[in-house]
């Protein structure tokens, strides 16, 4: 089975992005136009390392996933997941949030928070192995591999919706492309912000300690309520985005 990681006692095949479902999110429009179609990244959804584990997560509607993004080049631009928003939560305000940690190498992660057609806010958190980052709600973000490495990483996150790829895709990706010389505005929006650069989530504001691997929250499943009922925690998501 071509690209199946094990994990645990469980096989899974990967979904896998291809350079063709990118092309309206690259920035260098000149190599798109000769490039030839490849695979980008692996999506392994719904992980498990046993079936009791598995049920835990089905129970609390929660999932964890692991993506691995060889390190390359779309022209330009560093490699990048296709980016997305997602919903408002159930009964909420605000969207769901998303929790990530860098199991191997490095990831650069840009956040944008939008109003309709306009950018409010742009974040930039780089991170490595071991670190977490959490997507606060109402923000789109994409993951890039900006090293010379694969970059593997862990997300949980609500199963109870389905990611919006829309709102990035209509602007020809998100409000910056990061290049070898560095970020470059999109100039499909009409007023982009400047990067606010913020450090990796303090893992302790979340209940965790530093270093631990995010997948063992499988036996303490009410510390991700933040996931699913983000709108009781207002006051932490206002704290993490700060400088």
Known sequence: MEHALQFGEM????????????????????????????????????????????????AARLRYDITIIPPAKLGKEFVKTKGHYHPKATGAEVSYPELY??????????????????????????????????????????????????????NWVSTEFSSLYEPIRRFKGGAYYLLEAGFVKNSNYSETPKIRRLSPTNPSKLGLSKGENIYELVKELEKLRFLKKPQEFKALFAELIQP
């Open 11 to 58: 096989s899974r095949i990967p979904d896998i992005r291809k350079l063709v479902d990118m092309q309206e999110v690259i920035y260098d429009s000149e190599w798109l136009c000769s490039a030839k179609d490849c695979k980008l990244y692996y999506m392994y959804r719904e992980l498990a390392k046993t079936a009791s584990d598995l049920k835990l997560m089905q």
């Open 101 to 154: 940690q860098v199991l191997e190498g490095k990831a650069t992660y840009l956040l944008q928070k939008a109003d309709k057609e306009k950018l409010l806010d742009v974040l930039v958190i780089e991170a490595k192995k071991g670190d977490i980052v959490l997507i606060p709600p109402d923000y789109g973000h994409i993951s890039i591999n900006a090293s010379q490495k694969i970059l593997k990483m862990a």
